[in-house]
């Protein structure tokens, strides 16, 4: 039996008792693993070097052989039941495969997914199960074919220690899990969300089952390096049209609060493939990031179909459907029609109403009535005691769709868009808010508990 303990390595004779700790420098271990037949012990470290140590009961300082391709830390290690080939994974995405009696002999799986943690072989030694940090396992033969995938719901990886600085949370993609939030697929009637970093998964509640990835930002995952983790391009905003034939997205590459890459794409929903498919890709729609994507809540075909972003550029723009018919046939793709500002003003979330004729955005803590039809500015509702920035916007629904419910840092707020006047507030400091489309019904959630009350 063998255990590690920070740069220590125990290793056990059960039947003796004999117990011997051994060190090999200041390198932290990170896994151990134990020859299924010989008196062998291989050990990972912080590094990405791996020892395979040799008569470790009977020497002070037993014969070690240096196993080194990994350039980050190994996360596990397994023999093959025959005692010939070690297995290693780590935060490279890749599989080794190790012959144990020539250092130099390796076989490498490349691009795998995200990092491995875990890897095992099976008993009859004709497959290796690798799990990796977004929930998935790939099965893979002794030639090192992937045979199949096992893949249920994804999430982004989490540091599993204050101390995880070569894998963060930035470099898996955003700085949060699932940050474009849950959304309804009006084609499948699945939940679309943050997958894997730069991708959109499909999940069924109904038969509790994944069903498809999207790839948006169609790049290749780059793994950190020893001194930093590498953040990687990801999904920050998800919108889908009433009937579900277009979905926009927005995409940014973030590190350190500076933006290097932001796009905003919208994709139409092919009906004979059942397939999203990129239609029109919009680089730098704001200069300093988005703060909220929406879609006008109207017919999919209708012409005057508009998709709305903030950023914080302190600005709002709209977005339109070209129609164009030619000798190729008919195309279609999305264009900026309209920009809009308001005093200078530092730019918040925005939401349609519920028959898409007005769009409010938010001011800093002044609400903005826009008519969508040319973009006139048809109100703005402010309040000398509500002076914090607005952080969430969501019209009610019909009979009360003249309302508006708005919150702040401490307060929960429903302005009246017709009378143009407040109708009440109460404190509470809310972090998501969500309206039934089928009722009047609103749910807010923050941190400290959540709210459901009906709006009449």
Known sequence: MAAIQADSVCMVNTKTKVTRWHKSGTRIFTCVACHPHEWVVATGDDSGRILL???????????KTVFHWHSLPVADLCFTTDGTRLLSGGSECCLVRWDISDALDKKILPRMGLPIRHVSVSYSNDLAAVSHADNCINLVDGANNILRTLQNITQCYIPESPLDENVTSTSLGGGSVFQAGLHLDPNTKSLFMNGKPGHLQSYSLREDKHLHTLDITQQNYVTA????????????????????????????????TKYYELRLKFWKFDQTKQVFILNTCINWPHENGIVNLKIQPIDDKDPSLTAATSGRDKSF??????????????????????????????????????????LAVSFEHTLTLWKVEN??????????KLQEDIRLIEFSTHPTSHLVVCCTKKNLVIWDVIALSLVWTVPFEADSIAVDRMSNLVAIFSTKGHCNFKIN
Not at 53 to 63: A, D, G, H, I, Q
Not at 225 to 252: C, M, Q, Y
Not at 332 to 357: E, I
């Open 53 to 63: 140590w040799r008569n470790f009961l009977e020497e002070k300082s037993p014969p």
């Open 225 to 256: 390096d020893r001194r930093r983790a590498i953040p990687n391009a990801d999904v920050t905003h998800i919108a889908f049209s009433e009937k579900g034939r277009w979905l926009a997205t927005i995409e940014s590459l973030i590190e350190k």
């Open 317 to 358: 723009k709209t977005f339109s459907v070209v129609y164009d018919t030619s000798v190729h046939g008919k195309s279609d793709w999305w264009t900026c029609d309209n920009v809009g500002t308001y005093r200078d003003q530092t730019t918040g979330p925005l939401a349609f109403s519920q028959d898409g004729s007005v």
């Open 375 to 384: 973009y006139e500015l048809t109100g703005t509702l402010s309040h000398s």
